[in-house]
């Protein structure tokens, strides 16, 4: 039978791809780079093969959707932010066995997903920018689930990611590796004075609020986390509502999960947001 053999809560911030470029930002995520890398080379250690990316820039306004497309090709600009992530070529192998699987047990289980296998749906940047430095050689294949979800709770979330576990401990015969692709606070800089904030957080409450979050994950304080996850989404402006984050946590156990997060890039502030590459033991 498959299982999860690795989980974490990782950061795909754009100015990764300008770290690339040469000028005066050239070097400024080697940090974050450097995490993913860390990533890949623990998630080749435990022979995984698929990545599944719980996805906080593919919004979605019903349901749960999964991008299960057979191969994933093209060149990628960023609408957000075009001047930060533009021509990014991109060509990875999907895993349409892995999301038919999944979808049909989180449907089972009460939660109503639909994998996407014959679509010309693309891949967002939750998924393209980690996918960049983790799997460059395309070693793994590549499954994306929606987790900018507009009108769901987060509890079902939850829910979800409790069944994409049982899913693959069920009915797949290989291994998996899940990532929560978000930020922690996401309140982006104001216009006009976004350059000031490359490298800081919006606002001291926010940034402490993170903190905070950081130290209740290290601790393993997860039944208070969980209690205040719907208020700090909300009061923080997590991205993606943080569903990412209440994914994982439902494919860890939720409430009743026992890990202590590893950091291995530490926090840092990007563009107004709060940023971390963070692995999540599996129990």
């Not at 093209?74 to 957000?80: A, D, H, P, Q, R």
């Not at 829910?159 to 401990?169: C, H, K, Q, T």
Request: charged share 20%; aromatic share 10%.
């Amino acid at each position: 039978m498959g299982s999860i053999a690795f989980a974490a809560k990782i950061t795909h911030v754009p100015s990764m791809y300008l770290s690339e470029m040469d000028g005066p930002h050239k070097g400024c995520r080697d940090a974050a780079i450097a995490g993913h890398h860390e990533i890949s080379r623990r998630c080749r250690e435990l022979d995984v093969d698929t990545l599944v990316i719980f996805d906080t820039h593919w919004l979605v306004n019903s349901g749960y959707h999964i991008n299960n497309a057979p191969h994933f090709q093209g060149v990628y600009t960023s609408n957000e932010l075009p001047h930060f992530i533009k021509n990014m070529p991109y060509d990875y192998e999907g895993n349409t066995a892995l999301g038919e699987i999944i979808a049909e047990g989180c449907s089972q289980a009460g939660v109503n997903t639909r994998a996407h296998s014959d679509t010309t749906l693309a891949l967002e940047y939750g998924t393209l920018v980690p996918m960049r430095y983790m799997n460059e050689d395309r070693h793994f294949k590549v499954v994306s689930i929606s987790a900018m979800c507009q009108v769901h709770d987060l509890e079902e979330s939850g829910r979800l990611g409790a069944a994409v576990r049982a899913s693959v401990e069920q009915h797949y015969s290989g291994k998996v590796a899940l990532l929560a692709s978000g930020s922690l606070s996401h309140r982006f800089a104001q216009n006009g004075v976004s350059e000031h904030y490359l490298h800081r957080v919006w606002s001291p409450m926010m940034e402490q609020m993170d903190r905070t979050v950081v130290r209740m994950w290290e601790q393993g304080n997860w039944q208070e986390f969980v209690a205040m996850l719907p208020e700090y989404a909300d009061k923080c402006h997590g991205e993606g509502f943080m569903h990412d984050t209440a994914m994982l946590l439902g494919a860890l156990g939720w409430d009743n999960y026992e890990g202590k997060v590893e950091v291995l890039t530490p926090y840092f502030g990007s563009s107004g947001t709060g940023q971390i590459n963070a692995v999540f033991p599996i129990q």
